[in-house]
């Protein structure tokens, strides 16, 4: 392994290559996932909303609730529930 200045040059290089790797492979799921959101579109689903249901999903019960709690109380706060 060659050595400059303290750098270990092979194995820097050999994570320099895996990042790049994972780069290209994101770049790749982030097309494919551009491409089912544009089929979902296409049947008629609002892709937008896809989205929201995808985050709201990563999300713990517990936390999907408090947030939807705040907003109810912050919408009514301003006027926008009845």
């Not at 296409?42 to 408090?66: C, D, N, T, Y």
């Amino acid at each position: 392994m060659t050595d400059v200045s303290g750098i270990a040059a092979e194995r820097l290089k050999a994570f320099i290559e895996r990042i790049e790797r994972l780069e290209d492979e994101k770049k790749a799921l982030q097309e494919d996932i551009k491409e089912i959101y544009s089929e979902a579109k296409a049947v008629g689903f609002e892709p937008k909303i896809i989205r929201k249901i995808v985050s709201i999903r990563k999300q713990e019960l517990e936390k999907r609730r408090e947030e939807s709690q705040l907003l109810e109380l912050y919408m009514s706060a301003i006027g926008m529930v009845e």
